[in-house]
């Protein structure tokens, strides 16, 4: 049996965003979830705060 495995990845600057975005992926495709990888990222630049929320599902 040959499992192809995808990945689909996500970036945003906020989370609400990041979770609506795996979760509208989710909804759309019916495929079977092997995993998810979270990250978050912090920059700053003067004196703002730059966050990049990220996440890699992986799929079949």
Do not use: G, P, R
């Not at 979770?19 to 495929?31: A, L, M, R, V």
């Not at 979830?33 to 992986?58: G, H, N, P, R, W």
């Amino acid at each position: 049996m040959v499992i192809w495995m995808k990945v689909k990845i996500f970036d945003e600057n906020h989370e609400k965003d990041l979770e609506n975005s795996i979760n509208d992926f989710i909804e759309e495709n019916n495929s079977s979830i092997i995993d998810i990888k979270y990250q978050v990222a912090l920059s700053v630049f003067s004196e703002e705060q730059i966050f990049c929320f990220t996440a890699m599902i992986i799929y079949e």
